[in-house]
Each structure stands twice: as structure tokens, then as C-alpha cells.
């Protein structure tokens, strides 16, 4: 199947600092890409859908500011979590729509996001 | 009430049983359904894609849809204990926004 990759895999950082999370797709064209947050043995928030060469679309309750998303090329999308605190850390995944495939949807392997 | 249901089990089962996941909806938009593996701090994986109502095959894996009910499964035939994980269901309608069930925790015991 389609690899999306997400790079850094884990992530320390200090408080107060901001840290970006490239999510990739490697073998297709990604126009529509997804972020999402996951906290330990909970499902998969939605944050943001990311289209290529527009705005972020976010959702409730996720701060814009904090969380920009850029999304400059069909194969790259960015998340930065800006001003990191504490209670950013999470395991945080890209996902990235093929169009070609039914509109399938791939994940990447995640982002570990510690803020110390 | 959630527009995606799941129980979170967990569900364990001996070596060679059949995994029986499913998974109910409210949205009547809905119509793309997928079956997703989370192995412990992964990604989730793709297993299942299936578009509309029907029934779908691939491997040890049945995926089946009934629109009509709003509920979807997932079969694991002859289980091994690579398949622990978490299974996850999502769904969507035509925006491709996916809604997630809340995960199904397996363990298939050696």
C-alpha cells in the first residue's frame, strides 16, 4: 500500500519552544492531508485538514496559533506546535488522502511529542 | 451519543479463533468504511476499505457493511498472536473527514 511518512519519529523539547512535524506521501500526490492527536488508549482526534496550497481547516476547540499547519506541496504537509507546553505532549499522526486509490486514506507512523 | 460506536474490549481470544470486530453509526452520510490495526505507538495501518453496503475479502480478513442497520464488522479468520492490536473502525461520507470508533483492544493468546 501507500507509504506516508512522518518525520521526527520522537521529539523532546523544552518548554516554551516551538517543534515542526513533516508528514510526507511517498509514493502518491496528496491534495487533502489530516492532522490528528492521540492520547494513550483513546481514538484519534481530528485537528486540522490540511489542503494543499489553502488554509488549514481546523477543528473546534483547536487552536490555530498554537497548532499551524502548512500544507506547500502535494507530498508535504507541516505541523507546528508553537510555544510548546506540558500538555502538548502526545502522539501526534499525519494521514494523507490518495485520490487515485478510491480516496483512500493512509496514516503515518506518528509523531512522540514530549515538552519538558 | 457518539456518531461512532465501538466497544473497546478489551477482547482476547486463543490462537486460531475467529475475531469478531464491529462497529455502529448515527450518520446515514456515511458511506466509505474502514478497518484499521494500531499496533502499540504506531500509526494505525490500513486493513479494510469497503465503499457502500457489501460484503469484502481479503486474506483472513472479512470486512461486511449493512447500511441498513448502520453497522459494520470485521472478521479475523485463524488469529495469531501478531494480530494483538488495536482495531480501529472509521467512516465517512463524502468530505473524507474521518469518524473513528473508539478502538478495539485484541489479544490473541499463543
Known amino acids: 500500500g501507500a507509504v506516508v511518512s512522518q518525520h521526527p519519529s520522537w521529539v523532546i523539547c523544552k518548554s516554551g519552544t516551538s517543534v515542526k512535524i513533516e508528514c510526507r506521501s511517498l509514493d502518491f500526490q496528496a491534495t487533502t492531508m489530516f492532522w490528528y492527536r492521540q492520547f494513550p488508549k483513546q481514538s484519534l482526534m481530528l485537528m486540522a485538514t490540511s489542503n494543499e496550497g489553502s488554509k488549514a481547516t481546523y477543528e473546534q476547540g483547536v487552536e490555530k496559533d498554537k497548532f499551524l499547519i502548512n500544507h506547500a506541496s502535494l507530498t508535504l504537509s507541516t505541523l507546528t506546535v508553537t510555544s510548546a507546553h506540558p500538555e502538548d505532549s502526545s502522539f501526534y499522526i499525519c494521514?494523507?488522502?490518495?485520490?487515485?486509490?478510491?480516496?483512500?486514506?493512509?496514516f503515518g507512523e506518528g509523531s512522540w511529542l514530549t515538552v519538558v | 451519543q457518539k456518531e461512532v460506536e465501538q466497544d473497546p474490549g478489551p477482547l482476547s481470544v486463543p490462537e486460531g479463533a475467529i475475531v469478531s470486530l464491529n462497529c455502529t453509526y448515527s450518520n446515514s452520510a456515511f458511506q466509505y468504511f474502514m478497518w484499521y490495526r494500531q499496533y502499540s505507538r504506531k500509526g494505525p495501518e490500513l486493513l479494510m476499505y469497503?465503499?457502500?453496503?457489501g460484503n469484502k475479502e481479503d486474506g483472513r480478513f472479512t470486512a461486511q457493511v449493512d447500511k441498513s442497520s448502520k453497522y459494520i464488522s470485521l472478521f479475523i479468520r485463524d488469529s495469531q498472536p501478531s494480530d494483538s492490536a488495536t482495531y480501529l473502525c472509521a467512516m465517512s461520507a463524502t468530505n473524507y473527514k474521518l469518524s473513528f470508533g473508539a478502538g478495539t483492544t485484541v489479544t490473541v493468546r499463543a
Open positions: 469497503t465503499y457502500s453496503s
Open positions: 494521514s494523507a488522502q490518495d485520490r487515485t486509490v478510491g480516496n483512500t486514506i493512509y
